[in-house]
């Protein structure tokens, strides 16, 4: 299974981005997906998770009431949409996808530790203050 992550970019705080997360070589509807961040010198986090079935979603904290975690498996995709943007969400956003994630796993909205089975390449976000 191969990632592909889009819709990075330079916004305006108070902005809004939304990143596609494109699979190919499988399809995504076995898998859970987990949105993923770093910032320069400090370690990856979670951001937002999506169970493969029946959608459940978990959020970090820090995204709360302002991102939203979707998928399309018949587009393959998965998008977030990341809305009322502060320069603190400036960050490389990685998508994962891992059979065994379930959304109750804290790498889904805390610090990242472990191993998942594919990864994106991440697409850089900067917002400016």
């Known amino acids: 299974l191969q990632l592909v992550e889009s819709g990075g970019g330079l916004v305006q705080a108070g902005g809004s981005l939304r990143l596609s997360c494109v699979a190919s070589?499988?399809?995504?509807?076995?898998?859970?997906i987990g949105w993923f961040r770093q910032a320069p010198g400090k370690e990856r986090e979670g951001v937002a998770c999506?169970?493969?079935?029946?959608?459940?979603?978990t959020y970090a904290d820090s995204a709360k009431g302002r991102f939203t975690i979707s998928r399309d498996n018949a587009k393959n995709t998965v998008f977030l949409q990341m809305n009322s943007l502060k320069p603190e969400d400036t960050a490389v956003y990685y998508c994962?996808?891992?059979?065994?994630?379930?959304?109750?796993?804290?790498?889904?909205?805390?610090?990242?530790?472990?191993?998942?089975?594919?990864w994106g390449q991440g697409t850089p976000v900067t917002v400016s203050a």
């Open positions: 994962a996808a891992d059979k065994r994630l379930t959304t109750g796993n804290p790498v889904c909205s805390g610090p990242f530790r472990g191993y998942l089975e594919a």
């Open positions: 999506i169970m493969s079935s029946g959608g459940a979603t």
């Open positions: 070589g499988g399809t995504l509807d076995h898998y859970t």
